[in-house]
């Protein structure tokens, strides 16, 4: 009987053993769930700096890119001046009166024996002749090479020797192109004519801005004209230019106009 219940008992505690022995792992070595190991983390995450803005280079003044070309042309623009002396500039007004007379005397010749006035009735480009067409076309494209010599004439004083008369010669010419505002009626003309939905009334717009030009455009050109020949006189004189540039002759009081009188 006491051998039967020290049997049960050693039995009992057998059994019990292995729960009071198990025991729970440390924490650091338990491994982390899948999903523990990919969320992100709640820091901030440090990213280098962004490298510094690069300073773009400072263009110097003579290094400008030359001005554009004009967005029309008849083929008489003036050549960009590209001289850093006195002489140079000299030089090159020589070259600039003489192209600038031969554009005006061709914008003079388009419209020589016209009327010196509107088309009657017109009421839309189909309504003007062809070669009336053609004739504003061509006096657009003078229009955007004349701009090109008054851009030139603009800085022309500063290349040119110190002389007073010569910089009064060049101050007139360069006010005289800033004066002149007629010829802008071509460009304005020819746009009415390649767009004439554009302009309402058409008919009204043609004519305000024909007349504008009929009036005034052959006293501006010309006082452009005698400008440039005035600078002309005052180099020669000054001594500024080793040879004498050519003198362009003037232009006739009277436009050219039919049976037009003197202005």
């Known amino acids: 009987m006491r051998r039967a219940l020290l ?3 050693a039995a009992l505690a057998g059994s019990l053993r292995p729960a009071v022995a198990q025991k729970v792992p440390p924490a650091s070595t338990r491994q982390s769930s899948p999903t523990a190991a990919s969320a992100p983390p709640a820091a901030k995450v440090l990213r280098p700096a962004a490298a510094p803005a690069v300073p773009a280079p400072v263009t110097p003044q003579s290094a400008q890119p030359p001005a554009p070309a004009p967005a029309h042309s008849a083929g008489l623009a003036a050549p960009p001046y590209t001289g850093d002396t006195p002489e140079a500039a000299v030089a090159y007004t020589g070259q600039f009166v003489h192209l600038l007379d031969s554009t005006i005397v061709a914008l003079v010749a388009t419209f020589r024996n016209t009327s010196g006035q509107p088309v009657l009735g017109a009421r839309g480009p ?3 002749s062809q070669r009336e067409r053609d004739r504003w076309t061509r006096c657009r494209d003078l229009y955007w090479d004349l701009t090109t010599y008054a851009s030139a004439a603009a800085s022309l004083g500063q290349a040119l020797p110190a002389g007073p008369d010569v910089q009064l010669a060049a101050a007139r010419l360069d006010s ?9 009626e071509c460009d304005n003309i020819a746009s009415m004519i390649a767009a004439p ?3 309402v009334p058409w008919q ?3 004519e305000t801005a024909a007349r504008h030009f009929y009036q005034d455009f052959y006293v501006q050109v010309r006082r452009i004209h005698e400008a440039a020949r005035a600078l002309v006189f005052a180099l020669n004189g000054s001594g500024a230019a080793r040879q004498p540039i050519a003198m362009p002759p003037g232009l ?9 009188g003197p202005t």
């Open 7 to 9: 049997l049960a008992v």
């Open 126 to 128: 189909e309504t003007l």
């Open 176 to 184: 005289a192109f800033s004066e002149s505002t007629a010829t802008a």
């Open 197 to 199: 939905d554009r302009f």
């Open 204 to 206: 009204g717009s043609y």
């Open 252 to 260: 006739p009081p009277n436009p050219p106009f039919a049976g037009a």
